[in-house]
């Protein structure tokens, strides 16, 4: 069940929203982190730059294969071979990846879908003790050049509240300008 709202805009319109090697670096991707996981990678705008800033695989994961094709395309162009696609519906047959696999997940413009907690639920369940999520979501505010209609925008305070009911530490909250609020929890 693709995620409501969840199309992508031209390749260039998107990434000139962001600045992704920051935004990551304000999360906390870095060489500590040998393997990270993706849901719904789209070009890879963030996947690419995170590939080359841990030291092992990261699961890009997506259900639409044209997403999953250029974000391919894009590794190849880099030179990356610790870029891992993968084709699947993340909400109807969860990641597929094994328990306690990961050190890092990233929630990337993806929490305005109609459940929000069973990306979590899933981050829980694949993360390693200490591992990490990050997440980034469009502010709540109809000023961003784009972004889900707000009714079903996310806020940083439900995200807080579900991630903690989850038993997640709230590391800290960040503002990423000009469009986005940042986030990072620990299991
Ligand atoms: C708004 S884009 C965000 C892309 C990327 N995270 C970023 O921030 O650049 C959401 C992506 O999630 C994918 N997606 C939506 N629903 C999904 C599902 N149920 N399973 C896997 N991927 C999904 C879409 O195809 C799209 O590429």
Known sequence: M???ESGMPDEKIWEDFFNPVKILEILGVNKNICDAVEFGCGFGTFT???AKMISGKIF?????PEM???TKKNAIGKKLDN???????FITKESGLDTESVDYVMLFNILHGEEP???????????KTNGKIGI?????DPKTARGPPLEIRIK???CIEIAKSLGFVHLDTYDLKPYHFGITLEK
């Open 2 to 4: 693709k995620i409501r």
């Open 48 to 50: 690419i730059p995170a």
């Open 60 to 64: 890009a994961i997506d259900i639409e």
């Open 68 to 70: 999953l094709d250029i």
């Open 83 to 89: 870029v891992v696609t993968i084709q699947r519906d």
């Open 117 to 127: 907690e069973k990306l979590f639920e899933e981050s829980r369940r694949i993360l």
């Open 136 to 140: 980034i979501h469009w502010n709540y």
């Open 156 to 158: 940083p305070e439900q």
